[in-house]
């Protein structure tokens, strides 16, 4: 069981990294002005892969996130860190709820861009 906790963990941490990598992602590459149509297309294509690994990252970090919960006092709890600990993961899960948030913000945007860019396509 505590080999399947481990990896249950590495996946939410994983999920955790690949939301943050497409969020950064999503920030460089709609940062850039255009000013070339087929440019655009390209990106849109881009952008559609780089938003499903993404949900699928948002995916992975609820899924795992509920099964890390779970086991956490069985598992993970350190009786000499106390309630310490309990702080530095509410510190921590506010620091990456600020990240999930600009990650979203950048998601919408990029979201927009591609159905606005195939909309284009087809006209």
Same mark, same amino acid.
């Given at each position: %069981?505590?080999? !399947?906790?481990?990896?249950?963990?590495?996946?939410?941490?994983?999920?955790? *990294?690949? &939301? !943050?990598f497409g969020s950064v992602l999503l920030w460089s590459m709609m940062r850039?002005?255009?000013?070339?149509?087929?440019?655009? +297309?390209?990106?849109?294509?881009?952008?559609?892969?780089?938003?499903? !690994? %993404?949900?699928?990252?948002?995916?992975?970090?609820v899924v795992f996130g509920i099964v890390r919960t779970l086991a956490y006092?069985?598992?993970? &709890?350190?009786?000499? *860190?106390?309630?310490?600990?309990?702080?530095?993961? @509410? @510190?921590?899960?506010? @620091? !990456?709820?600020?990240?999930?948030?600009?990650?979203? @913000?950048?998601?919408? +945007?990029? +979201?927009?861009?591609?159905?606005?860019?195939?909309?284009?396509?087809?006209?």
């Amino acid at each position: %069981m505590a080999i !399947l906790v481990l990896l249950n963990n590495f996946l939410h941490d994983f999920s955790a *990294a690949g &939301w !943050l990598f497409g969020s950064v992602l999503l920030w460089s590459m709609m940062r850039k002005e255009l000013s070339n149509p087929g440019a655009g +297309r390209v990106i849109a294509d881009s952008l559609k892969t780089v938003l499903f !690994l %993404m949900r699928l990252s948002l995916g992975g970090i609820v899924v795992f996130g509920i099964v890390r919960t779970l086991a956490y006092k069985t598992y993970e &709890w350190n009786a000499a *860190a106390g309630q310490s600990q309990i702080t530095l993961l @509410i @510190i921590k899960h506010v @620091i !990456l709820t600020g990240i999930f948030a600009v990650g979203l @913000i950048y998601y919408i +945007r990029a +979201r927009k861009f591609v159905r606005k860019a195939l909309n284009e396509q087809t006209e």
